[in-house]
């Protein structure tokens, strides 16, 4: 009995209190927070980087074999991706397809637009010339653009028929051309009855047709026309046809 009472007697242990969270759990969790939009950004920046890589390779894969002759297997696996990533980020092959075309076109456009060209001021017949070298200059920096044209004018331009934006983007340049050509007859320094497109479908064919058709005119005439010296000249003389051409 002197035991248990003994023990009775004795005081109860007291409860230990919770221990305190620690701060750096919470610091944690909010550095992490803080972090979730850069992560966002760093995800994003990979996606558009993967999108990009994607694209220039089927540019360069649709130039040399066109639509029908590129696969979607050799782009994915060139460009370092699964094929599911080709449609994740542009839906169907087509779809890029449009997507490149829309690209070349539009580069050609917003350049022709950066040509530092004051066509309220510069001559006439200059200003003309001046657009017909920057076509040539800008073909010959890009010869993707003349094969995929070859390419969709083969096709009848089926895919180039459901852009929006191809239409849209020949508008600017042919208001610079009639701008040209309006104060041109107005002080007789152009002959009178040009008209905006077919001017431009002349410069642009006077630029692209001995680029585009190279080989095969090299073959039938036992002449070189990829060298150099051969392509300054047909500019030089091309330039001149212009100035004759429009001239009053």
Request: net charge positive.
């Amino acid at each position: 009995m002197t035991r248990v009472a003994a023990r009775s007697a004795s005081p109860s242990r007291p409860k230990k209190a919770a221990a305190p969270k620690p701060a750096q759990a919470t610091t944690a969790t909010a550095q992490e927070t803080a972090q979730e939009p850069v992560r966002e950004t760093m995800r994003q920046r990979l996606a558009a980087a993967t999108r990009g890589r994607i694209f220039r390779v089927a540019l360069a894969e649709f130039a040399e074999k066109g639509l029908s002759g590129a696969r979607v297997e050799t782009i994915a696996s060139r460009a370092k991706v699964n094929i599911r990533m080709i449609y994740h980020y542009f839906g169907s092959k087509e779809a890029l397809y449009l997507e490149v075309l829309e690209f070349v076109l539009g580069r050609l456009r917003a350049e022709e637009l950066k040509l530092e060209l004051d066509v309220d001021r510069v001559e006439p017949v200059e200003g003309i010339v001046l657009l017909y070298e920057f076509i040539e200059g800008h073909f010959a920096a890009h010869q993707e653009l003349g094969k995929l044209l070859s390419f969709e004018n083969l096709n009848r331009a089926r895919v180039m028929k459901r852009s929006k934006a191809i239409p849209e983007m020949a508008s600017p340049v042919l208001v610079l051309l009639r701008t040209l050509i309006e104060r041109g007859e107005k002080d007789k320094t152009l002959r009178a009855g040009l008209e905006p497109l077919h001017l431009y479908v002349a410069l642009v064919s006077l630029c692209s047709f001995h680029k585009s058709n190279a080989y095969t005119l090299s073959c039938i005439f036992n002449a070189d026309l990829l060298a150099p010296s051969w392509q300054d000249e047909q500019k030089r003389q091309a330039q001149e046809m212009v100035r004759v051409f429009v001239r009053a």
